[in-house]
């Protein structure tokens, strides 16, 4: 009996997109099930009662941008749509540092195996870093930093998935209007614009010169025949011997129900990220016992990747730092070689949507229906007034933390035991590091209260649980990406990721699916 599919690939993010399109563009019949919506720009969320929120336990009633898991002292958040985390990252696209794959990783995973791959991936997503004339002043204010401190050496410009017009200048009359952005067709026929620094990264870019995964890996899928069903949420993978291959059984999303269905490949590539493939892995193994073979190293070696944030306050500094404006995140400083207490992190600049100011000014005009309204009316007057939200910088930072959390399932709920006592140098590290920046600036560092009272994290950047090993006992996939025991099952995302990488690893995860992809097809699997 003949399987539906040669390939099932479970989510379109990073890896799943990547893989989806190599495979499709082999000539594999190629169905892509993600459980998120195919968002367009005039469905971005931009009110608050706008559709923000998933939520897993009732993704009926709630399928929105953000999926944010909350666990003790970690939270995680992440994106649902056709595109996956690229709808919701901050553009940055860089290679993992020299000595990145040095520990933790098979052999055969290396800086230099991987080149080729970053280098696909690079063309795909079309990086480039701002141009100079265009930067923002929180690109100035990490330079000015850097050499204030003596680190100038360390100062990086980063490369961006995004479009730039070299035109276009913060000079120009009203400069963020929408209508000096420069449409064009790219590699894949479809349109795009040029950046005008919105700021609306993290919540969709409303020009499309933010080169999400829905622009151009998908497209060039679909172009080869590649099949994506949005709103399909997957439950399980089960062998299916009559078939030679994998029943991937899952929930359609149809109004506000659930409708089962499954559908067979010879092949399945799971690419639902760090937490969702891990989740996925755990109950099928564990709750349906159809993959019952898992190694038990399933759900260990999970990573935060050092992500942490800490605003400072410029009152003084002019022009203003204005985070709203710019790409979300433009440059670095790197320490990733260490900080000669041997500690690894890599401090970025930060940015947050405009939304913050939108919200602002919408809650400054209400006159407020009782008093506590009218206090948080006259709150938000006090702030528009003052200006504050335009002399704030988030100064960013991923750091190599110890990747020692553990995910399993508990009471029928994915459960995330995140120990800090390993990774807690490395974060305070970070808070040093981002404190001496702000005050060598004339900034004010606000450290987190949530970290330092309650050592609570949050990460965008979730890293392992179902690792690469040399084999099934420190690992859950090889180099390949295959699982052990289950030929022709793969996992090609963040999951399979064993170490922190220490900076965004979204360039990082779809090399990685570009070699599965690769050695899939050259294998003739």
Same mark, same amino acid.
């Given at each position: ?5 040669? *390939? ?160 276009? #200048? ?73 078939? !030679? ?12 129900? /659930? ?90 600049? !930060? ?7 939108? /919200?602002?000014?919408? /809650? ?98 979730? /890293?392992?649980? *179902?690792?690469?090993? #040399? ?55």
């Amino acid at each position: 009996m003949a399987t539906d599919f040669d *390939a099932i690939v479970v989510g379109s993010g990073f890896g799943g997109a990547a893989v989806s399109a190599r495979l499709a563009e082999a000539g594999y019949r190629v169905l892509v099930l993600e459980r998120g919506r195919r968002w367009e720009v005039a469905d971005y969320p931009r009110r608050p009662t706008d559709p923000w929120i998933w939520d897993q336990d009732h993704p009926e009633l709630l399928n929105g941008w953000f999926d944010l898991r909350i666990y003790p002292n970690m939270s995680v958040v992440q994106g649902a749509g056709v595109g996956g985390g690229s709808l919701v990252y901050a553009n940055i696209s860089v290679n993992a540092k020299a000595g990145s794959f040095d520990k933790g990783w098979p052999p055969e995973i290396t800086v230099s195996e991987l080149a080729p791959y970053y280098d696909r991936v690079g063309a795909m997503l079309n990086v480039q870093k701002v141009p100079q004339e265009q930067w923002p002043e929180r690109t100035r204010l990490v330079k000015e930093a850097a050499e204030k401190k003596g680190w100038a050496d360390r100062f990086e410009r980063l490369d961006l998935a995004v479009t730039f017009d070299p035109q276009w #200048r913060y000079s120009t009359p009203d400069p963020h209007n929408v209508s000096h952005s420069k449409t064009f067709t790219n590699a894949q026929g479809v349109q795009q614009g040029t950046c005008v620094h919105l700021g609306n990264c993290d919540i969709g870019c409303d020009v499309k010169a933010k080169n999400t995964l829905d622009l151009n890996y998908l497209p060039l899928a679909e172009r080869h025949g590649a099949e994506i069903r949005p709103l399909h949420v997957v439950r399980h993978v089960a062998p299916e011997a009559a078939a !030679g291959g994998y029943r991937v059984s899952f929930d359609r999303i149809s109004g506000d129900s /659930l409708v089962a269905g499954s559908a067979t490949a010879r092949i399945v590539v799971l690419g639902a990220g760090s937490i969702g493939s891990t989740e996925l892995l755990l109950r099928s193994r564990d709750v349906a016992r159809t993959l019952p073979n898992v190694s038990a190293f399933l759900g260990r070696n999970w990573s935060s990747n050092g992500d942490f944030l800490t605003p400072a306050l410029y009152p003084l500094r002019m022009p203003a730092v204005n985070p709203t404006r710019g790409p979300t995140i433009t440059s670095a400083i790197n320490f990733l070689n260490g900080d000669g207490q041997g500690n690894e992190f890599f401090i970025e600049d !930060g940015g947050f949507p405009d939304l913050a100011r939108v /919200l602002l000014d919408r /809650l400054a005009e209400r006159d407020g229906q009782n008093a506590a309204e009218r206090s948080l009316s006259e709150s938000a007057r006090m702030l528009t007034r003052l200006n504050l939200l335009s002399q704030v910088m988030p100064w960013f930072a991923q750091g190599r933390d110890a990747a020692n959390g553990v995910l399993s399932l508990k009471n029928g709920r994915l459960f995330l035991e995140w120990d800090i006592q390993h990774s807690e140098e490395t974060i305070e590290a970070i808070v040093r590091t981002h404190e001496q920046l702000a005050r060598a600036t004339g900034g004010v560092p606000l450290v987190p209260l949530t970290w330092t009272f309650g050592r609570d994290l949050i990460t965008p950047h979730p /890293l392992g649980g *179902a690792n690469m090993g #040399r084999t099934a006992a420190e690992g859950v996939v090889d180099h390949r990406g295959e699982v052990f025991g289950y030929r022709n099952l793969f996992v090609a995302d963040g999951a399979i990721v064993p170490e922190a990488i220490g900076l965004n690893p979204s360039k990082t995860i779809a090399a990685l699916a570009e070699r599965v992809a690769g050695l899939i097809v050259a294998d003739g699997r």
